[in-house]
């Protein structure tokens, strides 16, 4: 078992939308990194279009920043996925703190929510814990399970100095960067048709 401190929580910021500003409390949990600031605006430049009235998967929430920072900005819908429970805690902590009625909150692996998940979403964020390797099969088992909309973006998150994660074949890369030791990508879901 993972060995989780006891310390006050570490704190993140939603950087945009109707909760700009706001402070949210996360524990202190093995693999949990919040994407840094500035990333998570560059992220959320890249998808200003689509999160507006979209729905959204946080796969591995973790600290919520993502999922947050999606409904802050105008989803319709933010699922919110987590298995650990300090971490899910923390989750409702920040959910009932900012009232958030879009976000729904689910404590359990990415995979088995996948497999018991039945809508498709505009928008995927996977940024699982390095160590855990996820972006490969929690990608094939989005695809199996046909969650994602023609023309849905993904971001995908992992280590600088890693090579990229074995995809689905219909997933193209639309932005790739890195900032220190993250690498941050968007890709989107193609539909058989050549795209620029």
């Known amino acids: ?54 729905y959204c998967l946080d796969c591995c929430a973790g600290s919520g920043a993502l999922g947050f920072e999606a409904a802050s900005r105008g989803a319709l819908h933010v699922d919110m996925v987590e298995p650990d429970r300090l971490a899910f805690q923390q989750l409702q902590t920040n959910a009932s703190q900012l009232q958030a009625t879009t976000c729904e909150l689910h404590q359990m692996t990415a995979q088995q929510f996948i497999a018991k998940c039945n809508k498709p979403y505009d928008v995927v964020f996977l940024d699982p814990p390095y160590q855990a390797a996820l972006w490969t099969p929690l990608a094939q088992l989005l695809t199996q399970h046909n969650l994602l909309k023609p023309e849905a973006r993904i971001y995908l998150e992992c280590g600088s100095k890693q090579d990229m994660p074995e995809l689905p074949a219909d997933w193209q890369l639309f932005k790739d960067k890195v900032a220190g030791d993250v690498r941050y990508c968007l890709f989107i879901r193609t539909t058989g048709k050549p795209s620029e």
């Open 1 to 54: 078992m993972a060995k989780q401190s006891k310390a006050k929580p570490n704190t993140l910021r939603i950087i945009g939308g109707q909760w700009r500003g706001r402070r949210l409390g996360f524990p202190d949990v093995t693999g949990l990194r919040p994407t840094p600031d500035r990333v998570r605006e560059t992220v959320f430049n890249w998808l200003q279009t689509v999160i507006p009235g979209g």
